[in-house]
């Protein structure tokens, strides 16, 4: 998983004309990991979702899933959810926050949801990779000059993650820390 990871990342680095190698100095202590999510059938699914909506906020998201389906994405154009259709002996891959910022909005973070099912229970295996805890997530040097200058102050990953852990666990009625909180006003 975590090669599959690195190679995804060379490719992405590729297609924004950088080195393939470009991100490796953000992974090397990589702070990634692995959920098992279980969602039991809902006898409502219409008043309860299975994950509410979010964008992940690492760097790439590799998901397995079964075939019972249930994963939306928000398409950007006209706002509707999209049923991510499972595919057999596939991944989903997500783009993540850091990409965004590391890319400076060339990649953007795809917002997404899960709804439950009223017969049949779901699985899934999201890989989320992470850079270093220590890392200072900004926009590449290289992606910026002065006609496109940097979008994101620089912030700390390790910092971001507990940050926004220790909110959803204490289930805080204010808004978790995003990344628009670092964007550089216009
Ligand atoms: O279960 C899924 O398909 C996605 C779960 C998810 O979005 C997450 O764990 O961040
Ligand atoms: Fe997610």
Redesign the pocket.
């Known amino acids: 998983m975590v090669n599959l990871a690195f190679k995804l990342m060379e490719l992405i680095a590729l297609s924004l004309d950088l080195p393939a190698k470009r991100f490796v100095e953000f992974l090397e202590d990589h702070a990634s990991f692995i ?1 098992l ?1 279980h969602y039991p059938p809902c006898p409502s699914p219409d008043l309860a979702l ?2 509410g909506r ?1 964008k ?1 906020a690492g760097a790439l ?1 590799i ?1 397995a ?1 079964d075939d019972v389906g ?2 939306e994405v928000k398409r950007k154009s006209d706002g509707e959810w999209v049923l991510v259709k499972p595919t057999p002996d596939s991944y989903i891959i997500n783009v993540g926050d850091i990409i965004q910022v590391w890319s400076n909005d060339a990649y953007e973070s795809v917002e ?1 949801r ?1 709804k439950l099912n009223s017969e049949k229970e779901r699985f ?1 295996i ?1 890989f989320f990779l992470n850079p270093s805890h220590y890392t200072m997530v900004k926009p590449l040097e290289e992606l910026t000059d002065e006609q496109n200058p940097a979008k994101y102050k620089a912030y700390n990953w390790g910092k971001f993650f507990t940050t926004r852990k220790r909110s959803n666990l204490m289930k805080l009625n204010v808004e978790n820390v995003q990344i628009y909180h670092f964007r550089v006003s216009e």
């Open positions: 959920r999510n299975g994950v979010h992940d998201t998901l899933q249930g994963l997404h899960v899934s999201p």
